[in-house]
T-cell receptor, first 114, second 116 residues
């Protein structure tokens, strides 16, 4: 079953505004990753935050992780039209069978209006 | 350095047929993972190969299989295709098994499979 669930499903903002996407997951994780996908193409890795970290920055991206609430958020500051894409969180962890895998949410579709 | 490449990019098959998809990882990467993406189920992990061995497996039926060659290139095969197998199949590579040091996975552009 899907571990990551993003919220909102779709988000439309004006260029220059900040965009915040949230992700919840169900079981314990080793890490939480965020990916971007442009219109049915491959995924681009944005950032990885480990389970013992609370916040991480990369350029205009800020990710937080709250393991007590099993949730993460991705903030994109000063958004640009080129940020228009679908954003996925992926929970990295071990299944009951001891197999490590990334479990993706269904994504947030972000539209940045010029 | 060239990225992950997948062939073919688009494929149309009919129910009952089988299909083989190919993935060439980034040079030096030895781990290859496969994912299926559909509008209904989203992105789901199929399996991961490292050094020609299946290391991890998702919850898919035995019709879905894969292998990895000594040059790290990987193929996945789907036999007895069903309409529900229509999807974007994504391959991702990493230097080492994804769970070992929480390696970043680099994705290819995908193969879009349509089953009629």
């Amino acid at each position: 079953s899907q571990q990551g669930e993003e919220d909102p499903q779709a988000l439309s903002i004006q260029e220059g505004e900040n965009a915040t996407m949230n992700c919840s997951y169900k079981t314990s994780i080793n890490n939480l990753q965020w990916y971007r996908q442009n219109s049915g193409r491959g995924l681009v890795h944005l950032i990885l935050i480990r389970s013992n970290e609370r916040e991480k920055h990369s350029g205009r991206l800020r990710v937080t992780l709250d393991t007590s609430k099993k949730s993460s958020s991705l903030l994109i500051t000063a958004s640009r039209a080129a940020d228009t894409a679908s954003y996925f969180c992926a929970a990295g962890g071990y299944s009951g069978a001891g197999s490590y895998q990334l479990t993706f949410g269904k994504g947030t579709k972000l539209s940045v209006i010029p | 350095k060239a990225g992950v490449t997948q062939t073919p990019r688009y494929l149309i098959k009919t129910r009952g047929q089988q299909v083989t998809l190919s993935c060439s990882p980034i040079s030096g990467h030895r781990s290859v993972s496969w994912y299926q993406q559909t509008p209904g189920q989203g992105l789901q992990f199929l399996f991961e190969y490292f050094s020609e061995t299946q290391r991890n497996k998702g919850n898919f039926p035995g019709r879905f299989s894969g292998r990895q060659f000594s040059n790290s290139r990987s193929e996945m095969n789907v036999s007895t295709l069903e309409l529900g197998d229509s999807a974007l199949y994504l391959c991702a590579s990493s230097l080492a098994p994804s769970g070992l040091n929480q390696e970043t996975q680099y994705f290819g552009p995908g193969t879009r499979l349509l089953v009629l």
